[in-house]
């Protein structure tokens, strides 16, 4: 492909329309999109994607990975034909539009990921990368390349400085993920200022290093250069790609060209007038779209349409050769599976006492065979986590039909590349390491749930019930640091049935992540426990009387400490109620009056147990209650041993009862 003037003219009306957007806003970046418009422009004529149906399956995926240029995003958005009019691009970063700061899966149509905390993007790809392999692995036939798509990223600075990148690049590099090619915008100025301040390694010696093929393109504005380093990076099938393209921020502006000013804030409106005039546009005329610019996009916009129609046939050809395989494609592109898991829940065969990190593996082992699609790993703890489903391959640079993968000893690249997996459709993903990890990988889960993407973490080790690893691997904030997640489902389930009923709700659930809270050390088996544990919270335990004398609640491992309290209570003569309360999230979304059943306002006598510090348990037992909880960090000894230092013992549950009864 040749580009000419016409091209040339279209990049600097991408600029223009993006520097408009963000002086109107008066905020948003300029910087990033006047540099990067035209390796944006040779990559978007380049790549498979109709704005006529961003939910094509098999298109070409796009992540700008440096959010903050939301409005490079934007601007072709509009330009290739999405549903982005120019009175959303005048919207930009207002309430309630279509164009917010940074990209908003969900929120805009064609946009495939949230980004704006740097670094996620390029994992989420390393994810949409794999999935695309094993997807093609799993349908395609010859002359039936029903999944054949690259993955595109665009990648600033900042983004390549952050440690999930270097995670997520590490993986993609021994994964071989060789339809993974990024862009990376090399313009060697961050917001403090020049990157020589803190980043001089050799970007290309290190991703040689991670084993991808890297390419340097020397002047950004080489719209052929461009595209020729693009189209050799898809020729290389065996290594991802890395394409540095030497840019400049704020290219066009002469007052803030290649200066960290141009990052972050409005141009000014003169320098957008001499903007414009340097570019060869009119100065006086804003968010304007030359006719000959959109003209010129619907040789793209075409062929974009053309591709989708091909593949469309090609996937009705594909269902009259292949129908078993075109009717699972199909079933797997479905959101709702509660169908496929409705014997999940059928409470015989948990009999022995069991850790439900254990009850969690085998449950999973069961699901494997029913749920095809469904795809996992660990950050190395696999043994540990019980994440490993048998018999169902792993998943490598030789065999992509592998469905447990080893994320190796990444949690936050692990996090996100399973965010990827979801998104690229198809898949139902999960990711596992000890609940104490966690902080390692929050920025991506706190994603999966701004995202309101059904994936699970099965999180275990969740207390001093770890033992002999002491405080550095006990969790005590974590469960209130998920809890306080908005959209994050927290189900810390009491025993083995419990468990099944998290995992039934992590997979069912259409618009949340779960984060699945296990335990080490074995548990009881209780005959009162059921699926209604779905309902975040109910009573285990009855007494006797319309009013109960005492409520007593916990959730996961502590549900057994006042099982047995209930025991000891009620032969003392005190007559309490057991409540399990697996999920907050889940408890509070049911109707009022169910939870004023289950914990009824007028009985004040509350205690709850759980072995961390979460404060969320004080809406639940009120200005009365007791909360038994961790006041520190745990120690280093047996677990036996640890919860009876700590305090949770039946002993101290019932003193604690009785001395509330008798105050
Ligand atoms: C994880 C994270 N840390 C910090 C920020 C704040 N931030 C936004 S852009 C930026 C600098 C990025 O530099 P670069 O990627 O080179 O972008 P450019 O200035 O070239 O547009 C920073 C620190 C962020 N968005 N995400
Ligand atoms: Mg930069």
Redesign the pocket.
């Known amino acids: 492909m040749n580009y000419n003037k016409i091209d040339d003219l279209s990049v600097n009306t991408i600029r223009a329309l993006s520097a408009d957007a963000v002086q109107k806003a008066n905020s948003g970046?300029p910087?990033?999109p006047l540099?990067a418009a035209p390796m944006a422009y040779a990559l978007w004529t380049n790549m498979r994607h109709s704005g006529k149906n961003p939910q094509w399956h098999d298109k070409d995926r796009f992540v700008l990975s440096?959010?903050?240029?939301s409005m490079l995003v934007y601007s072709l958005l509009h330009l290739f034909g999405y549903e982005v009019s120019l009175e959303d691009i005048k919207d930009f970063r207002q309430l309630g539009s279509i164009t917010p700061g940074h990209p908003e899966y969900g929120h805009t149509k064609g946009i495939e990921t949230t980004t704006?905390?740097?670094?996620q993007g390029v994992a989420n790809a390393v994810g949409m990368a794999i999935a695309e392999s094993f997807m093609a692995d799993k349908f395609n036939r010859p002359g039936f390349e029903i999944s054949d798509h690259y993955t595109f990223v665009i990648a600033?600075?900042?983004?390549l400085m952050?440690g999930i990148s270097s995670e997520a690049s590490s993986l993609a590099g021994t994964l071989g993920l060789g339809k993974l090619i990024m862009l990376y915008?090399s313009?060697r100025?961050?917001?403090e200022g020049s990157?020589d301040l803190a980043f001089t390694e050799d970007v290309a010696a290190r991703y040689r290093a991670y084993g991808w093929h890297v390419d340097e393109v020397s002047d950004g504005n080489d719209l052929n250069a461009i595209a020729a380093a693009i189209e050799s990076a898809k020729k290389e099938s065996e290594k991802p790609s890395l394409i540095i393209v030497r840019t400049e921020?704020g290219y066009g502006c002469p007052a803030k060209q290649g200066s960290?000013s141009a990052?972050?804030e409005p141009l000014g409106t003169d320098n957008v007038r001499a903007l414009k005039e340097n570019l060869g546009l009119d100065p006086d005329s804003h968010f304007n779209i030359p006719e000959q610019v959109y003209e010129h996009m619907k040789i793209w916009i075409e062929k974009g349409m053309k591709a989708e129609s091909d593949w469309n046939n090609l996937l009705e050809s594909y269902s009259a050769a292949y129908p078993d395989l075109f009717n699972e494609y199909i079933k797997w592109h479905e959101r709702d599976i509660s169908e496929t898991l409705k014997d999940l829940l059928i409470p015989e065969g948990y009999d022995k006492p069991v850790s439900t990190r254990e009850a969690s593996g085998s449950i999973l082992n069961r699901l494997s065979a029913t749920v095809g699609n469904l795809i996992g790993g660990s950050a190395d703890l696999a043994p540990s986590n019980k994440t490993f489903m048998k018999n169902m391959g792993e998943f490598s640079a030789s065999s992509r039909s592998g469905r447990n993968l080893h994320f190796g000893v990444r949690e936050h690249a692990m996090a996100s590349v399973t965010n990827g997996i979801y998104l690229h459709g198809g898949l139902r993903p999960y990711c596992g390491t000890f609940l104490v990890f966690s902080d390692y990988m929050k920025?991506a889960m706190r994603l999966s749930a701004i995202m309101g993407i059904p994936v699970t973490y099965v999180l275990t080790h969740d207390s001093i019930g770890v033992g002999e690893d002491g405080p550095t691997h006990q969790p005590v904030e974590h469960l209130s640091s998920l809890r306080s997640i908005p959209n994050m489902t927290v189900f810390r389930p009491a025993d083995a049935k419990e468990t099944a009923a998290g995992w039934y709700h992590a997979l069912t659930c259409k618009d949340s992540p779960t984060s699945l809270i296990l335990t080490r050390q074995n548990l009881p088996v209780f005959k009162e426990s059921s699926d209604e544990a779905l309902k975040g919270g109910y009573v285990m335990r009855d007494s006797d009387k319309e009013k109960p004398d005492i409520i007593l609640m916990a959730s996961g491992s502590e549900v057994e400490l006042i099982y047995s309290a209930y025991d000891s209570l009620r032969e003392l003569g005190i007559d309490p109620r057991v409540v399990s309360i697996p999920s907050f999230e889940l408890f509070d979304a049911q109707e009022d009056e169910y939870r004023e059943k289950v914990l009824p306002s007028d009985v004040r006598r509350r205690i709850a147990v759980e072995a961390s510090n979460s404060s969320e348990w004080y809406k639940y037992i009120g200005l009365d209650g007791k909360f038994i909880k961790m006041e520190g960090f745990g120690a280093s000894g047996k677990a036996p041993d640890l919860f009876r230092h700590f305090g949770f013992t039946v002993e101290n549950v019932v003193e604690v009862a009785v001395r509330m009864i008798n105050s």
């Not at 704006?116 to 670094?119: E, I, N, S």
């Open positions: 970046h910087g990033l540099g440096a959010g903050h240029g704006g905390p740097l670094g600033g600075d900042g983004c952050e915008d313009n100025i961050s917001i990157t921020i960290a990052h972050g920025g």
